[in-house]
T-cell receptor
């Protein structure tokens, strides 16, 4: 079945860039998503990319997609302490459009 | 626009009881999905409803059921609760039945003792 994998932890200094990586298996995925979860909250949609795109930029966020390697990354520029959270990569269901498969999440810790 | 609203935020139940969780989607969204989030298993898809019909179902036992009403609001029911059902239950809505993104509520934290 579909699978999405991410590294579990990332620690950066405030002001540095953060890069969170993700690999997925379902080549029929047409959308790939990044969500953010803060303690005690649900998942907040950060950004998403259509599978025919290589890159998408949205303010401090840059998403890169390598469809050949099924690799997705999220770069956060000028990382702030408020960016500390769990970040989830998800693929948009592909042939099973009714559900999404999520990675286990990357815990980003931003040190002052 | 108001976001996805889930009630209640917290629930404490005893093994063997049943529980009903409620979700109101974003206005105009007709698809509602439910996910279970636990530290061990991560985010697991339960089911999705669209126009009062279940469209997809995850690998959960029959104790987990749901329904959707004509106003798109959805409820999820868990019967004969087990300790392992303790989790954060997240509801998400989307505008269409394609790969449009899910918008999540803040979840219901269920604790089974």
């Amino acid at each position: 079945g579909e699978d999405v994998e991410q590294s579990l932890f990332l620690s950066v200094r405030e002001g540095d860039s953060s890069v969170i990586n993700c690999t997925y298996t379902d080549s029929s995925s047409t959308y790939l998503y990044w969500y953010k979860q803060e303690p005690g909250a649900g998942l907040q949609l950060l950004t998403y990319i259509f599978s025919n795109m290589d890159m998408k930029q949205d303010q401090r966020l840059t998403v890169l997609l390598n469809k050949k390697d099924k690799h997705l990354s999220l770069r956060i520029a000028d990382t702030q302490t408020g960016d500390s959270a769990i970040y989830f990569c998800a693929e948009g269901g592909g042939t099973n459009a009714g559900k999404s498969t999520f990675g286990d999440g990357t815990t980003l810790t931003v040190k002052p | 626009k108001a976001g996805v609203t889930q009630t209640p935020r917290y629930l404490i139940k005893t093994r063997g009881q049943q529980v009903t969780l409620s979700c109101s989607p974003i206005s105009g969204h007709r698809s509602v999905s439910w996910y279970q989030q636990t530290p061990g298993q991560g985010l697991q898809f339960l089911f999705e409803y669209f126009s009062e019909t279940q469209r997809n179902k995850g690998n959960f036992p029959g104790r987990f059921s749901g329904r959707q009403f004509s106003n798109s609001r959805s409820e999820m029911n868990v019967s004969t609760l087990e300790l392992g059902d303790s989790a954060l239950y997240l509801c998400a809505s989307r505008s269409r039945l394609d790969n449009s993104p899910l918008h999540f509520g803040n979840g219901t934290r269920l604790t089974v003792t």
